[in-house]
C-alpha cells in the first residue's frame, strides 16, 4: 500500500477519566506515539437520559493504522489498569476506539481554543483569532499545533500567574537568565520573554514540540530572546535566576538534582503539572535547608509550588 494511502487510515481513541488524571493520561498518550490529543470537559446535560459528571472529561487522540496500533493498545489498557490501583478513589478511565479515514482532528479542536485573558497582563491568543489589546495587556500568539500548551489547562495557566508575580515584582530582571523545561508550545518561554527577561532557554525532547515553539517564538518576534534546545534538560549546562517546569509529579521528582543545581542562589523554580495527590510528595523531596516554599498557587485538584532558593551568606 503507498505510503500516502497509510496516513490517511487512523485509530481514534475516545477516553472518558475522572478530570484529575487529565495530565498523566494526555503524557501517556503523547509517549504512546498519538499524533494530537483534543481534551474537551463533558458537562451536566438535562436532556441526556444519562447526565455525565462534570468531574470528567474526555480525550480523543490518534494512531496511525499499522500493526504497531494493536501493540499500544494494550499498553494503554495497561497504564489504565496501574493508574486505577494508584488512585482507587478516582473512577477507573475507560476508552472506545474507532477506525477512522483522513480524520478532521488537526481541525477540530481549534473551536476551543479562545482568546483568554491568564492573568493580569497575560493574554494568550491563537493566531487564527483576533483581538484588540485593552491597557497593560501582554498578547502572546500561541499556534498549539500537536504540542502540549494552550494557556486553557490549569497547570499552564498557573505558572503563567506565577511568573507574572514574580518577574513584575523583582528589578533587574532584564539581565535574568529563565529556563523553560518540556516547553511545548512555547507558551512559557513566550511569556517570560514578553515580561521583561532577555536570556531565556527552552527545552524539550519532542522534536515535534521544538518545531511548534519555533514558529511561536518567531510569531511573537523574540526569537532574539529565546534559545530553543531538542535536549533532555539534565545535558543543560549553566545557571538560571528562573527555571519553569510544568511537567508530572514524577518527571519533576526526577529531576530534582538537575533543577537544584541549575537554580541560582535567591532564584525562583515554578513547578505545575501536580495533582493534589501528589503534592505532600513533591513539598517533601524539594524542600530542604536551601530550598523553601515561596508561594503555592491551586486551581480545581491541580497545584503549582513556586520554590526559592537560599542564599548561602545568610
Given at each position: 500500500m503507498p505510503e500516502t494511502l497509510k496516513k490517511e487510515k487512523w485509530i481514534e481513541i475516545i477516553l472518558t477519566t475522572p478530570s484529575e488524571l487529565v495530565e498523566p493520561l494526555s503524557n501517556f498518550l503523547?509517549?504512546?506515539?498519538?499524533?494530537?490529543?483534543?481534551?474537551?470537559?463533558?458537562?451536566?446535560?438535562?436532556?441526556?437520559?444519562?447526565?455525565?459528571?462534570?468531574?470528567?472529561?474526555?480525550?480523543?487522540?490518534?494512531?496511525?493504522?499499522?500493526?504497531?496500533?494493536?501493540?499500544?493498545?494494550?499498553?494503554?489498557?495497561?497504564?489504565?489498569?496501574?493508574?486505577?490501583?494508584?488512585?482507587p478513589e478516582l473512577g477507573k478511565p475507560t476508552f472506545i476506539t474507532n477506525t477512522i479515514t483522513d480524520p478532521d482532528w488537526g481541525e477540530q479542536w481549534k473551536k476551543y481554543f479562545k482568546p483568554m485573558k491568564i492573568s493580569k497582563n497575560i493574554v494568550i491568543k491563537p493566531t487564527w483569532e483576533r483581538y484588540a489589546p485593552l491597557g497593560r495587556d501582554i498578547v502572546v500568539d500561541i499556534d498549539p499545533g500537536m504540542a502540549f500548551g494552550t494557556g486553557q489547562h490549569p497547570s499552564t495557566r498557573m505558572c503563567i500567574m506565577a511568573l507574572e508575580?514574580?518577574?513584575i515584582h523583582n528589578r533587574g530582571i532584564h539581565d535574568w537568565k529563565a529556563l523553560d523545561v518540556g516547553t511545548g508550545t512555547g507558551i512559557l518561554a513566550i511569556s517570560c520573554a514578553k515580561l521583561g527577561v532577555k536570556n531565556v532557554v527552552a527545552v524539550d525532547l519532542d522534536p515535534q514540540a521544538i518545531e511548534i515553539a519555533s514558529k511561536n517564538i518567531a510569531i511573537n518576534g523574540v526569537a532574539d530572546r529565546i534559545e530553543i534546545m531538542n535536549r533532555d534538560v539534565s545535558m543543560c549546562?549553566?545557571?538560571?535566576?528562573?527555571?519553569?517546569?510544568?511537567?508530572?509529579?514524577?518527571?519533576?521528582?526526577?529531576?530534582?538534582?538537575?533543577?537544584?543545581?541549575?537554580?541560582?542562589?535567591?532564584?525562583?523554580?515554578?513547578?505545575?503539572?501536580?495533582?493534589?495527590?501528589?503534592?505532600?510528595?513533591?513539598?517533601?523531596?524539594?524542600?530542604?535547608?536551601?530550598?523553601?516554599?515561596?508561594?503555592t498557587l491551586t486551581e480545581k485538584e491541580w497545584v503549582c509550588y513556586v520554590l526559592k532558593k537560599r542564599s548561602k551568606t545568610r
Open positions: 503523547t509517549e504512546l506515539g498519538t499524533d494530537g490529543i483534543i481534551e474537551e470537559e463533558l458537562d451536566l446535560d438535562s436532556f441526556k437520559e444519562t447526565p455525565v459528571p462534570a468531574s470528567e472529561a474526555e480525550l480523543k487522540a490518534y494512531l496511525p493504522w499499522g500493526s504497531e496500533a494493536k501493540k499500544q493498545i494494550s499498553l494503554l489498557k495497561k497504564y489504565i489498569l496501574n493508574l486505577s490501583k494508584t488512585f508575580d514574580i518577574l549546562k549553566g545557571t538560571f535566576d528562573l527555571i519553569v517546569a510544568n511537567l508530572t509529579a514524577n518527571a519533576l521528582i526526577g529531576l530534582r538534582p538537575h533543577l537544584v543545581r541549575m537554580t541560582k542562589e535567591d532564584g525562583y523554580m515554578i513547578l505545575s503539572g501536580i495533582i493534589e495527590q501528589d503534592a505532600t510528595s513533591i513539598e517533601t523531596i524539594f524542600e530542604s535547608k536551601d530550598i523553601t516554599i515561596h508561594d
